[in-house]
């Protein structure tokens, strides 16, 4: 992995050529909470779905994430912050412009990233987040409190069981999450998300209690698109065929 500084913070990322031939459309990809860029992208085979289809492929470990540095101040983990590490790698790699796909927190930050720099985003691709961008936020409080038990056994919620054991199998350093998920809480208005005016892909899966709904959220954005990822829940629907496919055709006909 290549390293850079953002604002003081070490993030990790990597930075991959297409293996097909080079259309000049890069594109961002942003993982969700306790993932890292390997778990969510190239495990899953997107980087090389990407590569493969003609695309610059870049991907960052966001803070207290994965080879990322890690904090442990909720105030550090800011939706607007994590977007600005976004932002910042794309200075670093020169790049003027580029499609962002986030998955679930990583959507969260890509929507963040579309309403402050708007010229910089060609299109914002939004998995794993339907409606709870702007009514809620997604994940519960107490996934903070399941990273902060002493121990898996201690819990018996079965969403707080589900990322424990997810944050255990990354390796993640649990203090940092606890942290991440108290402070990267903030939603966006519905004026806010309307006044969106690239292309956007809302993706969800149909299974999904977590995200809150897709087309809801589509509705609000003119233009957007919702995509239904038949019989997915939130941990299934990152990789499925359909959510590829949905991604591809996306992205041959947007402008």
Known sequence: ???????????????????????????VL????????????????????????????IALDNRGHGKSAKLYEPQAYG??????????????????????MGYSMGARITAHLALMAPGRVRAALLGGLGIHLVEGVGLPLGIADAMEAPSLDALSDPMQRMFRA?????????????????GSRQTLSREEVAS????????????????????????LIPGARALDIPGRDHNLAVGDKVHKAGVLAFLEERP
Request: proline share 3%; charged share 15%.
């Open 1 to 27: 992995m290549q390293h850079f500084t953002s604002n003081g913070v070490d993030i990790a990322y990597i930075d991959l050529a297409p293996t097909g031939d080079d259309r000049g459309e890069p594109i």
């Open 79 to 100: 939706s607007q912050v994590m977007a600005g590490d976004v932002l910042a790698l794309m200075d670093h790699l020169g790049l003027a412009r580029a499609d962002v």
């Open 166 to 182: 997810f944050a255990e199998q990354t390796g993640s350093d649990l203090a940092a999450l606890a942290a991440c998920i108290r």
């Open 196 to 219: 969106l005016s690239m292309p956007v892909l809302v993706s969800v899966g149909t299974k999904d209690d977590v995200a809150g709904s897709g087309p809801a959220l589509a509705a």
């Open 30 to 57: 942003v993982h969700g909470f306790a993932s890292n860029h390997a778990v969510n992208w190239v495990n899953t085979m997107w980087t090389k779905t990407l590569a493969h289809a003609g695309r610059r492929v």
